[in-house]
């Protein structure tokens, strides 16, 4: 978890950088092979209630009043990271929403400067950013048991799956894809050339 506080009287932003397992359903915290995998993968990661609960905490003593604090995130589409952003919501109201795939802030400049126009008169700002990965009942990091889904787990972040097949495919000779020009799937093209100069750490990973 990485935590940047800027301050500029009389507003206060805070920004946030955090990557957490996700299991869907909050049974699956039961499992001890899914805990089991998160304790040795994540060590020191909490519940995204937990997580909500300790901020509002902290920031309280900090002087950010729940009331105008405007809470900024840039997650996943996938709905798995609406957990965490209901446990927030549940303290801070409605999120204002930078995120695309990954959990890159493809709403870009112009949304956060929208975000910072929307702050609250001698309000704070919350920005929580990052990527997020599965666990799925077998503990295997990387896939998650989707609801309603019998096949069993699948990626999870699969567009971050995704960018790292193509990664491989372009260390293997295939010609790296051009920024698009068409927005049908502008934000994976990003992704994966996003992700190409950290190839080769990807490959020598376990």
Same mark, same amino acid.
């Given at each position: 978890l990485e935590i940047r506080i800027f301050t500029n009287t009389p507003t206060c932003l805070l920004m946030m950088n955090c990557c957490f397992p996700s299991a869907v359903s909050?049974?699956? =915290?039961?499992?001890s092979n899914v805990t089991d995998a998160i304790k040795e993968h994540f060590p020191g990661a909490i519940k995204s209630s937990d997580l909500a609960k300790h901020? #509002?905490?902290? &920031?309280?003593? !900090?002087? =950010?009043?729940?009331?105008?604090? /405007?809470?900024?995130?840039s997650l996943c589409c996938d709905e798995v990271n609406r957990e965490l952003e209901n446990d927030l919501t549940s303290i801070y109201n409605y999120n204002f929403s930078m995120g695309g795939l990954a959990g890159f802030a493809f709403g870009g400049v112009t949304s956060f400067g929208a975000m910072a126009h929307h702050i609250p008169d001698n309000g704070s700002c919350i920005v929580l950013y990052g990527p997020h990965v599965?666990? @799925? @009942?077998?503990?295997?990091?990387? #896939?998650v048991n989707r609801r309603g889904r019998h096949g069993g787990s699948g990626a999870c972040c699969g567009?971050?799956?995704?960018?790292?097949? =193509?990664?491989? /495919?372009?260390?293997?000779? #295939?010609t790296p894809i051009a920024p698009p020009t068409e927005p049908l799937d502008a934000q994976q093209?990003?992704?994966?050339? &996003? /992700? &190409?100069? !950290?190839?080769d750490r990807l490959s020598s990973s376990q």
């Open positions: 909050p049974n699956v =915290y039961e499992d901020m #509002k905490a902290v &920031l309280n003593k !900090h002087g =950010y009043a729940d009331e105008n604090t /405007l809470i900024a995130t599965g666990v @799925d @009942d077998t503990g295997v990091v990387g #896939k567009s971050a799956a995704a960018a790292a097949g =193509y990664c491989k /495919l372009v260390q293997e000779g #295939k093209t990003f992704v994966g050339n &996003l /992700l &190409l100069p !950290h190839a």
